[in-house]
């Protein structure tokens, strides 16, 4: 999948003023995880309403994981997600058959480049959303990877330059406290990355 580097993702907005915060700070997607139990989930009508206001202003994600695959399919074709993305043990086959773009959670130890299928764009991270730094193996870079986990606004510059990833996806590092984003953090992150890519 040709992805330009530089990706920045904002994953877990939960109100029209993160998604507004998203959109002025530059965010190239914004996720909206529709996981029972997950302290970020949206029901059905909430994501609809902030997937109105993202409009064509950002690639919209959908955050899944082990749920029925008929949900899945149902929800993406509902809120017309750009990307569907996968946290549990989906198969192949079944990213085959939503048409489209998939995100797909990967451990780091389990990665290499090329790892995937053209249509799977790699997360590296070892958690979902929990804000645990990552102890990343020294001398690998993430040339076709998004890369996650406890990226903040004062770790995100150099880890982007240490790993040369695709891109970056932030969830916690961006909250005022679980689960509350904070615009201002969202601002920072989106700045402190762009500026990094812009480097390597």
């Known amino acids: 999948m040709p992805v330009p580097r530089g990706l920045i993702k904002v994953c877990g907005v939960r109100s029209l ?3 507004q915060a998203c959109v002025e700070a530059g965010a190239d997607m914004i996720g909206l995880v529709m996981v029972p139990g997950s302290k970020r989930q949206l029901l059905e009508h909430q994501a609809l309403v902030l997937r109105e206001r993202i409009a064509g202003d950002a690639q919209v994600v959908g955050v899944f994981m082990d749920q029925p695959w008929d949900e899945v399919r149902r929800l993406s074709e509902v809120l017309a997600l750009d990307h569907v993305q996968l946290h549990g043990s989906e198969s192949g086959q079944q990213w085959e058959q939503l048409g489209r773009c998939t995100i797909r959670r990967i451990k780091p130890a389990c990665y290499h480049v090329g790892c995937q299928e053209p249509t799977i764009l790699p997360l590296v991270d070892a958690g979902a959303g ?3 730094a990552l102890d990343w193996p020294p001398g690998v870079s993430y ?9 903040t606004v004062n770790s995100v510059g150099a ?6 990833p695709l891109g970056v996806d932030v969830s ?3 909250e005022a406290q679980p689960g509350i984003k ?3 953090l969202i601002h920072e992150f989106c700045a402190s990355a762009r500026a990094a890519f812009q480097q390597i």
């Open 182 to 184: 904070s615009a201002r």
């Open 130 to 132: 929990d804000g645990v």
């Open 172 to 174: 916690s590092g961006v």
């Open 17 to 19: 003023e993160d998604v």
């Open 143 to 151: 040339p076709d990877a998004l890369i996650a986990g406890g990226l």
């Open 159 to 164: 880890l982007i330059r240490q790993l040369k």
